[in-house]
């Protein structure tokens, strides 16, 4: 086989390789953007059931709700975290403070849920 007659024989192969290559590269891009939203937004709920739970602890088991919701009001828009619920509850000796919602999505309309919990123990102040 001559070179003219290979040169023929793989004419449209860039434009096979690109239509091919392409979408997986942006399909790797994406989800790796992706995948980056959602840990970041796993982060940011965690970070308030923890500060939730240890607002708790110190004032008696009560109030880490409260303190979780004040905690992701002042350091997130709701741009990477949506808040569905945050759910405070206090057995014997430790409170334990569970954000749910979702990620934000580069897929309109897909929902990726997250929840985290932190438990902390009750701090009680007795005299001497």
């Known amino acids: 086989m001559s070179a003219v ?5 793989e004419r449209g192969s860039a434009t096979l390789e690109t239509v ?8 790797l891009i994406f ?25 708790a602890s110190v004032a008696d088991g009560s109030g880490g709700a409260a303190r979780a919701a004040d905690f992701l009001a ?3 828009d ?13 057995d014997a000796g430790s409170v334990t403070v569970t954000v749910t919602g979702s990620s934000t999505t580069l897929i ?18 007795t005299d001497p």
């Not at 007659?5 to 024989?9: D, E, G, N």
């Not at 840990?39 to 923890?50: G, K, S, T």
């Not at 990477?80 to 509850?89: G, M, N």
């Not at 309109?108 to 102040?125: F, H, K, M």
């Open 31 to 55: 989800g790796v953007v992706h995948a980056g939203i959602w840990f970041h937004a796993r982060n940011v709920a965690l970070a308030a059931a923890r500060e939730g739970a240890r607002a």
């Open 74 to 76: 002042s350091t997130t």
């Open 20 to 27: 091919i290559l392409w979408p997986a590269v942006f399909l």
């Open 108 to 125: 309109p309309g897909w929902q990726v849920g997250l929840s985290q919990t932190a438990t902390a123990p009750i701090r009680r102040w």
């Open 78 to 90: 709701g741009s990477v975290l949506r808040v569905r619920d945050i759910h405070e509850s206090t």
């Open 5 to 9: 007659a290979r040169r023929r024989s």
